[in-house]
């Protein structure tokens, strides 16, 4: 059909704007504070997404388990109650204990092992995802994991006693293990935890304790960099299978950049967020040899019995992992 210019103009400002009319629209829940770097590289990955569907699909971010809390997350994405979300990976290793594979205690203490450990884990825990009805569009590593406490520790004994909030199994299996209680508390719910005295430390890294200001509550950081935890973005399985070839290749180039990114961005701010904490008044010391040596044969236990619940599948990332 000939169109005369001034027609074509308009012919095609209606076809954008009809088109933008029907744009697809994605609600994704995130658990952490909407100033952390995870939850402003879902932002970038919204803009990416837009950018590349040429605006078909249009994803609205909603952090610190404000949509659905953190705990609510997987199971939303899983029944399509929202397609798309993030959540830390290894929360739900108490229904796959396979995705306890980044929680393994001094199997991979830096980035660089980090990323050679995910390499040696991708295929295997996306095979799990998938049973689980999920697709997995990029994972970020957590800077390395350390003790916060109201007081000095040199040793288990020192923790006996002690209500410590965990955020998964591996964390809940470390406290006691150190002859502590677990108590099983968000992120976004920690605050109130320390002030109210529910709980009297916590393992995280230094990007939590920042977030959540727990300097009004405790005195020391431990480093021990056990290791350094993924969150991911996921889909719901049937809905991304429902997306054509175009929609999907948009999505994985804007999941991989951001992906990228958002491990860089990590490793830049993990010894960052330890000067916030030491200017907010904490002391913040590496680990002492006693506490760490008990540490690791904690650590020791959890692998081994890790191996005995996932058996070939786990050993067969650890044997990858280690070049074997
Ligand atoms: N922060 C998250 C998980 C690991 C981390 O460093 C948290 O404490 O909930």
Redesign the pocket.
Known sequence: MYLKPALFAVATALTVAASAAHAEKWDMPM??AASNYHSEHGVMFAEKVKEYTNGDLEITVHAGGSLFG?ADIKRAIQTGQAPIGER?MSAHANEEPLLNWDNQPFLATTYKDSARLWDAAKDTVNETLSDMNLVALYTCP????GFYFKNEVANAEDVKGMKL?S??AA?ATVIESLGGTPVQI??AE?TQALATGVADG????????Y?RKVWEHLSHYYKVNAWL?R?YVMVNKGIWESLDDDTQAALQKAADETGASCTAKSEELANWYFEQLEENGMTVTDAGPEFLSELKGIGDTMQASWLQQVGDKGQAIIDAYQGK
């Open positions: 658990a952490y953190g830390i957590w800077p390395g994991q909030r955020y998964n964390t968000e992120a920690l916590f393992i995280s890294s230094g990007s939590t304790g977030d935890p969150n």
